[in-house]
């Protein structure tokens, strides 16, 4: 039953993806912050109302008291799909670092190129590291977007930890904003490959910000992925 269920969320989720696509492509003109409302907040919603009532997966935050005034770098874990569609409505207005490749896809890609979207070009090498710093840096200090960043690249297996980029401490440090770390236990109940889900609460914590200022990338991303790593077996083993 369990794996019926998850197979009509995935339907579903990829029906509201294409249609949430697709409101961002037709709203390009209209100013960010509409285009953000109908193309993200309510795809998230939906999304996450769907996870609830078709496969029980429903979720808590904690720690909102620790979220800065201003726009800021965020570094999630990320070991689910669930992190890229609860981080829409866990923080501000935002935009996301990830794959280039990811906004040469058509429909989505475009979608996601009308959020302002920053691409990583990894075959640029330093120059696409200074291309993303840049941008970043932009997206904060020029539009006042967060910006979401999953810096073990890609998910990884709960209990798993993931190598630390230290791209997202960077663009802290250029924007010279803080960085808050946020951890949870969501591939606990929807893993990686899978399309069946497992019922109960994902638990989420947003960590205290961490100052960017006069620290490297390197310590900043060291210090983040400490904080996460211990708080995530902390709620793995309540």
């Known amino acids: 039953m369990r794996r019926v269920s998850g197979l009509l969320f995935t339907a579903l989720l990829v029906a509201n993806t294409v249609a949430g696509s697709l409101w961002a492509i037709v ?14 907040r309510c795809w998230a919603v939906a999304n996450l109302w769907l996870l609830r009532v078709l496969c029980g997966v429903s979720w808590e935050a904690s720690g909102h008291g620790n979220l800065p005034d201003e726009p ?35 429909i989505f890609g475009w979608g996601l190129g009308s959020m302002r979207a920053i691409g990583v070009d990894r075959a640029r090498g330093s120059r696409g590291i200074r291309s993303v710093i840049r941008q970043g840096r932009a997206r904060i200090r020029d539009e006042s977007l967060w910006v979401i960043v999953f810096p073990e690249g890609t998910r990884v297996a709960p209990g798993e930890v993931g190598r630390y980029a230290p791209g997202g401490a960077m663009i802290a440090s250029a924007a010279g904003c803080p960085v808050v770390p946020v951890a949870h236990n969501a591939g606990d109940y929807w893993p990686r490959r899978r399309s069946s889900k497992r019922p109960g609460v994902i638990r989420i914590i947003i960590g205290r910000p961490l100052d960017s200022t006069g620290a490297s990338a390197r310590q900043l991303t060291e210090d983040a992925k400490n904080w996460i790593e211990e708080a995530v077996r902390k709620i793995r083993s309540a």
């Open 72 to 106: 800021c770098v965020v570094l999630m874990k990320h070991s689910s799909a669930f992190d890229t569609i609860v981080q829409t409505l866990l923080f501000p207005r935002q935009t996301w670092l990830l794959k280039r490749e990811l906004l040469l896809l058509p």
């Open 27 to 40: 709203l390009w003109p209209l100013p960010h912050r509409i285009r953000y409302f109908f193309a993200v």
